[in-house]
């Protein structure tokens, strides 16, 4: 496991990073910087990295991470999207997970904004 921090808006988000070989490759082109999309309670920015499917799914579980190959995004699941039916959260098209934040933070998330700068870190 690798650990990073997610910095968006005045929140820092402990996190971990698994050892698949997308996450791998996210490691080690960090830090990596952009603008939060907001997508129910998803946020996502493109990041320069392409990784091909690594045992994607649509259905995730509350704090994963993932890697959402048609947009070449980082993303943070918290909640329910527009695509999610009760009791799920689905991502827009299946990714690649990647890892899962410490979901301490989870209510705070909810209140990111759109735009807001977003910066992934190796944490010390």
Known sequence: MKHI?????????AAVLN????????????????KANVWGEEIYFPIPVKSPP??????????????WMPGKAFCVFFGDTPSSCKG??????????????DL??????KEVSEGAKISVIKAE
Request: charged share 20%.
């Open 104 to 109: 301490s933070y989870v209510e705070q998330l």
């Open 19 to 34: 050892n698949t070989k997308t996450a791998e490759a996210i490691f080690a082109k960090l830090p990596l910087e952009g």
């Open 88 to 101: 799920e959260i689905r991502s827009a098209s299946p990714v690649n997970v990647i890892g899962m934040i």
């Open 54 to 67: 690594e045992n994607p799914k649509a259905l995730v579980k509350l704090g994963e991470l993932g890697y």
């Open 5 to 13: 921090k997610i910095l968006v808006g005045s929140l820092t988000v």
